[in-house]
């Protein structure tokens, strides 16, 4: 039977991950997913190189679609009955990110659900939001950090012995939004709920943390605008009370009778 598995990124865990994965494979600041990837396409090195070239050459026969797939709402994205197949091919169809759901959820184990893994086994496919993939052409460093990411989590996700498929959904940010991992037997492999839970409170506090951050931003404007407005107020009443002096002096002197 083949296996599923469906959900956003489990936070702590797989950072952990990254963070083992990046200390063990660096070599001279370069991740072994970028020398794979350099190797592959037949460069010495990945200067250059798009992170589309990157994950084609890493991940030969890889699909890479450029579309906004972050905002599939969970419960959608976790059905059987999602069209995740749609996302293995070289065109990626509108109607598999803006699909809904109609009808009960079909079991894991049904012929329909076992047919479509079955067609994805082995093979991965990665969707980049358009904003994302302008920041990394502007920034090969940008790049070469969301490809040691994702790389970092093919690894994590791989079930040794098994055939496994990959479909990864990046946000604006080059994090994980979404991911489907299945394989063919073995067991089922993925984030527990305790890493959830973690992945929720480390977004939830990202999000604060950025909220806070515009907050600083606008009240630092804010500031900004009334010094230069005081600045300006004093400059006027300076000039406003040279010239009075200068009159009451003129004035004194007998210049002004």
Known sequence: MDFGVTGKLGGYYLAEQYRKNAAADKNGGVSFAELAAAKAAGQSDVSGMSFKDMWQARFPGAYY?????????????????????????????????????????????????????????GQKSIVVPPELEEKMKN????????????????????????????????????????FRASSHGGNITGPTEEEMRQFEAEQAAKKKRREEYARLNEESALKRRLMEQETDDRYYKDSMTKKAVSITAYEAAGILK
Not at 94 to 102: F, G, Q, R
Not at 145 to 174: K, W
């Open 139 to 178: 920034d090969p460093a940008l790049a070469k950090q969301v490809m040691a990411r994702v790389e970092s989590f093919i690894a994590t996700n791989q079930v040794p012995g098994r055939i496994c498929s990959h479909l990864i959904v990046l946000d604006e940010n080059g994090e994980i939004a979404r």
């Open 65 to 121: 679609h450029t579309a906004d797939a972050s905002d599939i709402p969970q419960g959608v994205w976790e059905r059987n009955d999602f069209p995740f197949e749609k996302f293995f091919r070289n065109d990626l169809d509108e109607s598999a990110v803006n699909w809904k759901p109609n009808g009960a959820n079909p079991a894991m184990d049904s012929s329909g659900v076992q047919s479509r893994l079955h067609s994805i086994a």
